[in-house]
C-alpha cells in the first residue's frame, strides 16, 4: 500500500498547488471582481479536496500533513499583489496579465486532473467502491474548475489581444 500513499500524496500536493494559484491569481486580479471572488471559491473547493485526500490517506495508512498557513510575508505579498491590481486594473496591459494568470491556473489544474485520473484508476484496480464514488465527486469538483478557467480564456482573449 506505500504506493497507494505515495500516489495520493502527488494528488495532494497538486490540490493544494492549485489552491495556492487559485489564491495568488484572485489577489493579482483584485480589480476584476468575479475572478477574484470566483478564485477565493475555487481555492477553498481545493482545500476541501485536499482534507479529503488527507483523510483518504489516512485510511491507507499514509499520513499527509495538511499545508502550513500562510505567514505574515506571504500575506503582505498578497496585499501588495492586490493593490498593484488596482492600479494595473484599467490599463491595456492588465488583459494579457490575465491571461497569463488562467494560462497558470489551467496549468495546474490540469495537473490536478491527471492526479485524479490515476487515483480514479487506483481506486477501480482496488475495487475500493467508497474511494471511487469519493474520487469521481472530487475529480467532477476540478473539471467544473477546468471548464471556468477555459471559459475566462475564451471570454478574456478578445479583450486582451484586440484591446488598443
Not at 61 to 68: D, V, W
Not at 124 to 142: F, I, S, Y
Request: a positive charge; one cysteine or more.
Amino acid at each position: 500500500m506505500n504506493k497507494v500513499g505515495l500516489l495520493l500524496d502527488q494528488l495532494h500536493r497538486a490540490e493544494t498547488r492549485l489552491g495556492a494559484e487559485f489564491r495568488r491569481v484572485a489577489g493579482r486580479e483584485a480589480a476584476d471582481q468575479e475572478v477574484y471572488y470566483v478564485c477565493r471559491d475555487l481555492a477553498r473547493q481545493c482545500d476541501e479536496r485536499a482534507a479529503a485526500i488527507r483523510r483518504l490517506g489516512a485510511r491507507y495508512g499514509r499520513s499527509i500533513a495538511a499545508p502550513s498557513g500562510p505567514g505574515s510575508l506571504r500575506t503582505a505579498l498578497t496585499e501588495l499583489r492586490r493593490r498593484a491590481s488596482y492600479l494595473l486594473g484599467r490599463q491595456r496591459i492588465s488583459g494579457l496579465l490575465l491571461l497569463r494568470d488562467l494560462r497558470a491556473l489551467f496549468l495546474a489544474a490540469q495537473a490536478a486532473n491527471v492526479a485524479w485520473i490515476a487515483v480514479g484508476q487506483l481506486a477501480q484496480a482496488l475495487k475500493d467502491g467508497e474511494m471511487l464514488t469519493l474520487v469521481n465527486g472530487l475529480h467532477t469538483e476540478n473539471l467544473t474548475q477546468i471548464k471556468w478557467i477555459k471559459s475566462k480564456v475564451r471570454e478574456a482573449s478578445p479583450q486582451a489581444l484586440l484591446s488598443r
